[in-house]
């Protein structure tokens, strides 16, 4: 994976209540108005786990009015909004007598972040197939994370099923969002850019996408109109700003990437995002110890990238041609 592609904690939300906000209030509010025939068919087929989105309260009365026992939750608690739904979480699970079990995952745009992310997956895999009585299986949206999880329950044997009671309440801007979001993780930036065109009332989430593609497309002004509109009208969804430090990179503003990277890891000082933009700035500023040390962190959280360990590499020539 290419960070000056950008590697945000993106889990770029839709979940059922997309559009009756935006920003941080949106993020923890993954409901809508709608009401739910929670008595209908939970899944097409019976199955020892059942996949879905963040659930809401009406969904933990579906779950155990079918005999749900234990909640497996994929939410990380490092992601601000993603703290709070699992604090929220907790407390409803509990009122409702359900076991609640946590692997904290984190994924940026569909892709694994963090050295451990496959021994979390299996440890998530693991701990279901050990639970007596059926599981309810998510991450935010219900794909990536989950999905990851489920692959591997699935090859191991385990049934599983995909929770049926909110698919039909998706608006079609939250499906259009979703789609766009796979088509980007999968590297068609057109395609995404296309979808996200249709989308009549576009939220800050869609605004950020739209953003991250621009950016991948190589639209660097429009990506950098996005990620200010994002940071005007939602501040909360700071993951703007590392977008907005990677477009200061690419025309060359230094100084104004700087700024923008270390506000972010002031907010979120375990985030390796915020570390790898401070490595490149260090290195475009020929603060080469610098930048190894901002880079070996962030190389740790993807000892995967080979674009980090490349610059490593270089700046160990440097530094030796220099006799430092």
């Not at 060359?252 to 000082?269: I, L, S, T, Y």
Request: net charge neutral; proline share 5%; hydrophobic share 40%.
């Amino acid at each position: 994976m290419n960070l000056t592609s950008r590697k945000p904690l993106l889990l770029l939300a839709g979940g059922a209540c997309a559009l009756l906000g935006a920003g941080f209030w949106v993020l923890v509010t993954p409901d809508n108005p709608l009401t739910r025939l929670f008595r209908r068919p939970i899944t097409e087929t019976d199955a020892h786990v059942v996949v879905g989105p963040y659930p809401i309260e009406e969904d933990f009365k579906a779950l155990r009015d079918h005999q749900v026992t234990t909640i497996v939750s994929l939410l990380d608690s490092r992601l601000p909004y993603e703290k709070v739904l699992l604090d929220q979480e907790k407390q409803v699970a509990a009122r409702y007598g359900f076991k609640l079990l946590n692997f904290p995952m984190a994924s940026v745009l569909g892709h694994p972040l963090g050295s451990d992310y496959k021994q979390r997956v299996e440890r998530a895999a693991e701990a279901i197939a050990a639970t007596e009585g059926k599981v309810y299986l998510h991450c935010y949206l219900g794909l990536h994370r989950a999905e990851a999880v489920q692959a591997l329950l699935r090859n191991r044997g385990a049934r599983t099923a995909t929770y049926l009671l909110r698919q039909a309440e998706r608006s079609q801007d939250i499906r259009l969002l979703d789609q766009a979001h796979r088509d980007y993780e999968e590297g068609r930036c057109a395609d995404a850019l296309a979808k996200l065109g249709k989308i009549e009332h576009p939220d800050a989430k869609t605004l950020l996408l739209r953003g991250w593609v621009e950016y991948r497309l190589g639209d660097i002004p429009a990506a950098r109109d996005l990620f200010d509109e994002v940071l005007r009208i939602s501040p909360e969804l700071d993951d703007a700003r590392i977008g907005r430090g990677y477009c200061a990179l690419r025309e060359g503003q230094v100084a104004a990437a700087e700024e923008h990277f270390a506000v972010f890891m002031k907010a979120h000082p375990a985030d390796p995002t915020a570390a790898h933009g401070l490595g490149l700035v260090r290195y475009r500023q020929g603060r080469l110890e610098e930048a190894a040390r901002f880079l070996r962190t962030a190389h740790e959280a993807d000892p995967a990238d080979g674009e980090i360990r490349e610059i490593l590499d270089e700046i160990a020539r440097r530094r030796s041609a220099r006799g430092d």
